[in-house]
């Protein structure tokens, strides 16, 4: 059972940066993708961006490309980075990174995935 802790949320003006960080408990075996969701009160869980076990294959939500970069921080790929740049109120959620194993393709929605994390809260003020 892998566990995810997210840690890097807090409360930003707009224009500012922030970096979340995904912490798992162990390696998982290849393939899989990393994956942040984020979830405003009262709202679905939604896609944020991805990254596939080998490192180099992302995707992102179109509200956030060009703005958010994921990227892995260490070679056994059990950290993952989510730079969040030029934050805006719409940014303002709760971040949870999720993993997928055996990815096969990137998962827009939640059922597909197999661990989740706690979350960590990001409020963006005007």
């Known amino acids: 059972q892998v566990q995810l802790v997210e840690t890097g949320g807090g409360l930003v003006q707009a224009g500012a940066s922030l970096r979340l960080e995904c912490a798992a408990s162990e390696e998982t075996s290849s393939p899989y993708a990393m994956s942040w969701f984020r979830q405003a009160p009262g709202k679905e869980r939604d896609f944020v961006d991805a990254?596939?076990?080998?490192?180099?294959?992302?995707?992102y939500a179109r509200s956030v490309k060009g703005r958010f970069t994921i990227y892995n921080a260490d070679t056994k790929n059990t950290l993952v980075y989510l730079q969040m740049n030029g934050l805006i109120p719409e940014d303002t959620a709760v971040y949870y990174c999720a993993i997928d194993v055996g990815f096969q393709r990137c998962a827009l929605i939640t059922g597909p995935y197999d661990y989740w994390g706690q979350g960590t809260q990001v409020t963006v003020s005007s």
């Open positions: 990254i596939a076990s080998d490192g180099r294959t992302v995707y």
